[in-house]
């Protein structure tokens, strides 16, 4: 919900911090601040609002500093103000802290009672003074900081800074993410890859209870669970994110870059499957052991991941026939889930960090079932609890609103259920072999769609002032609805809902009027005639409608609008109509004047519950 960043080296421009925070302000944006040692003592800035606002209080030209913390902030515990930015300091300790010290109101009664005093109602507060407590007691730093520690109850990763000890940086990760970034005599952390991208891309990711000490010599991480050192260059890995891939190349936002790199992003998720789709589910150990597949499988994601589950539903049922069930993480992870033996489970996150999405992962784990996770983020949270993981390979997704971590979650399922499928025997040599070449062929029929995307500007221009919007879809298409009304609610501030066309008449047939679009993903398959039932039903009340399909000749004198996609199988066909959905949801949100990449109230990843 936070990013956090630190730097330590033989000397840099402040920038090294500004710089990062740019890279991580999609991550939370409602205030900003920075530490750091300048060679006579610790200064510190904050400002309520995006960096910019924090960039004109600094000094300029901006300091060299030799070591110094940043910290980019979604407000959890106190509203959005200076007083609440980070970092937090006292005696001369500076915290950031991306993250929820649930316990933070007893050890802040604790400590007021001890005479300190407080300036913000943050959480993350509480840490400076509790390393100030034990270095009292006669603790060394690194004591002081354990201690502390050792009584939060939460999720962090902090950042910790000193003057009393300028030649060493802190970070502690438990529960959110935290990256060390390994330069030449100069070392970092971060909350996320691109942040670090510009100065190194050799990284190391930190698992929980993991305590690291930063000097421009190098690092050392001490893991609090093992009580072991931890060998930094065995856990070094090499990003092979460029720079590029996390910024924007040429488009006006993060979001559009990302619909338009949906075609690479799902050819490199499928790279390592369309060759020997069974040998992948071996390899993930999911078809090895005495099943060529789990009986049932349950899966669990939130928000986008979650449609993306329900895809994979329809896929894996069709062409594995096993039985899936798809739960919303929230409710997966307290509703107490039967499980039976020989169950799988699946855990969909872009991110890795969701709370609940791990929580969900955690409780399947718990409950005996093997984990597959389908994330984007190498080295996530969810990536390295799970059993297994079905890496997507989007690359970076810096738009608030997942576009082509979607698209290839989907895709994951496409050749997951080629796979059991095949392992299974439902599904032939040959209709696997004919839906692994129509899924390579996928990225270039998305790439048309991309040709129509002046049509799809021109309606969204009429659309700006709609009163609310309906999503329908049917079968395989009823999460496609799901989601086209998710994107546009979440980017344009618009009531928007999806619904399965069939459910039309039994509620939301009410709200027909001029002013209340109805968007339609109508494909030519075994459900149109059906669909197109649901659309003359529409505009007999006086409805507009606009229709996602395949077969505009069909509807072009049924409809007000028709949103062109081309002709694919029918269980990849989400896949394409999903795209002019994301097209009209940004360009909507764009005309109406919103932050598409940062929408208000929302962040990338929601690390808390
Ligand atoms: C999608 O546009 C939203 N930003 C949100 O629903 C997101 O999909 C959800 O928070 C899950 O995130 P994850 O995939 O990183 O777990």
Not at 109 to 127: C, I, M, R, W
């Amino acid at each position: 919900m936070c990013g956090i960043i630190g730097y330590i080296g033989s000397g840099a421009s402040l920038n090294v911090l500004v710089d990062g925070l740019k890279r991580l302000e999609y991550r939370g944006y409602d205030s900003a601040g920075v530490a750091f040692l300048n060679g006579n003592g610790m200064d510190l800035y904050k400002a309520k609002g995006r960096l910019q606002d924090l960039r004109k209080i600094l000094p300029e030209p901006l300091p060299r500093i030799r070591a110094g913390l940043g910290h980019t902030r979604w407000a959890t515990h106190g509203a959005p103000s200076s007083e609440n930015a980070h970092p937090h300091a006292t005696a001369g300790i500076a915290v950031v802290h991306n993250g929820i010290i649930e316990n933070y109101r007893d050890l802040k009664k604790e400590l007021q009672a001890e005479g300190n005093v407080f300036l913000s109602q943050t959480d993350t507060e509480v840490v400076p003074h509790l390393i100030a407590r034990f270095l009292g007691r006669g603790c060394s730093f690194r004591e002081a900081l354990e201690s502390a520690v050792a009584l939060l109850r939460g999720s962090f990763a902090l950042g910790v800074l000193c003057e009393t000890c300028p030649d060493t940086l802190f970070a502690v990760r438990k529960g959110s993410p935290l990256v060390l970034g390994i330069g030449r005599g100069e070392f970092y952390f971060a909350s996320d890859i691109p942040a670090l991208l510009p100065f190194t891309r050799e990284m190391v990711f930190l698992s929980d209870g993991q305590i690291c000490a930063l000097t421009a010599e190098g690092v050392e991480i001490l893991d609090q669970v093992s009580n072991m050192v931890i060998p930094v260059a065995e856990r070094t890995v090499t990003i092979d994110w460029t720079q590029a891939m996390a910024e924007k190349d040429g488009h006006a936002h993060f979001m559009h870059k990302e619909i338009h790199e949906q075609p690479r992003a799902i050819t490199d998720t499928i790279a390592d499957w369309t060759g020997d789709p069974v040998r992948r589910l071996v390899q993930l150990g999911i078809a090895s052991g005495p099943d060529p597949a789990p009986r049932r499988l349950q899966i669990a994601a939130c928000g986008t991941s979650y449609h993306a589950g329900l895809v994979g539903k329809y896929l894996i049922e069709l062409l594995a026939r096993i039985p899936v069930e798809v739960d919303i993480a929230s409710e997966y992870r307290y509703r107490m889930p039967v499980v039976e033996p020989g169950a799988g489970f699946i855990s969909i996150t872009q991110s890795g960090e969701t709370a609940d999405t791990l929580a969900a992962q955690r409780e399947a784990q718990k409950q005996g079932l093997r984990a597959l996770t389908i994330c984007n983020v190498v080295g996530s949270t969810a990536a390295r609890e799970a059993d297994a993981v079905l890496q997507t390979r989007s690359g970076p997704e810096i738009g608030v609103a997942s576009t082509k971590a979607f698209t290839a979650q989907i895709a994951a399922f496409a050749v997951l259920a080629v796979g059991l499928g095949l392992s299974k025997g439902t599904l032939s040599e040959d209709t696997a072999s004919r839906l692994l070449v129509r899924l390579q062929q996928l990225p270039g029929l998305m790439k048309e769609i991309f040709a129509g995307e002046e049509a799809i500007n021109a309606l969204a221009a009429s659309l700006v002032n709609a009163k609310g919007f309906l999503f329908l879809g049917r079968g395989v298409h009823y999460p496609i609805a799901l989601e086209g009304a998710l994107k546009l609610k979440e980017i344009s501030y618009l009531h928007a809902e999806g619904y399965a066309a069939g459910e039309m008449k039994h509620g939301p047939i009410a709200l027909i009027e001029e002013n209340l679009p109805v968007v339609v993903v109508a494909p030519r398959n075994s459900l149109f005639e059906k669909t197109l039932s649901n659309i003359e039903e529409v505009r007999a009340r006086g409805g507009r409608v606009i229709a996602v399909t395949d077969d505009p000749d069909a509807l072009r004198d049924k409809v007000h609008e028709v949103l062109p996609v081309s002709q694919t199988d029918p269980l990849l066909a989400p896949l394409l109509t999903v795209v002019p959905l994301q097209l009209l949801a940004y360009q909507v949100g764009v005309l109406r004047g919103c932050d598409v990449d940062q929408p208000r109230n929302l962040a990338k990843s929601v690390t808390v519950e």
